[in-house]
């Protein structure tokens, strides 16, 4: 069994899930949303970061998985992101889980179906694959998402490594 921190990033509200994935399928563990309140944005990213250290001590993941930035409103705002980014990473990082990165296209191509999914879509989608009893607040199904789509990623590329093991004999090509 593996378990996958999913972090939905944001220097105001940042939503994380957890779920544990044995024998190619989810199950849902926790997931919610680390409020961040005003102040100065040193002290914000600190609360991301003792959030996560927090989160990742609690429930003892094995992996996270972060949104990538995309582009804001502003360039302002990609910067605040990209720090809250950074501060999850870190907190990740520290407690020694590796850490895979996805855009936000990517993720709803890989819960929904398509890259341009609103978030009322994302939320069905990720209630219907954890057959949760209702949709989670929108930035903890993003961050649900997240980590479904690692979890997707991740045995897509292990069938593509097992099924090059056999073109593979002793670190040599075999041609065949």
Do not use: W
């Amino acid at each position: 069994m593996i378990r996958i921190l999913g972090i939905d990033p944001g220097s105001r509200k940042t939503g994380y899930g957890l779920i544990d994935v044995e024998r190619g399928r989810a199950r849902y563990v926790a997931s919610g949303v680390i409020r961040i309140p005003e102040g100065p944005l040193p002290e914000r990213l600190k609360l991301i970061f003792d959030a996560v250290s927090q989160i990742a001590g609690q429930y003892q993941p094995q992996q996270m998985a972060i949104e990538n930035v995309f582009m804001a409103k502003s360039a302002g705002s990609a910067l605040k992101l990209g720090q809250a980014r950074g501060a999850a990473i870190v907190a990740a990082t520290n407690a020694d889980l590796p850490v895979a990165e996805y855009e936000a296209r990517k993720v709803k191509q890989a819960v929904v179906g398509t890259g341009a999914a609103d978030k009322f879509q994302v939320q069905h989608m990720v209630k219907t694959l954890l057959a949760l009893p209702a949709a989670p607040q929108e930035d903890a199904a993003d961050a649900l998402a997240v980590a479904l789509c690692h979890m997707h990623t991740s045995q897509t590329l292990l069938q593509t490594a097992g099924s090059g093991r056999s073109r593979f004999r002793r670190g040599r090509l075999s041609i065949s």
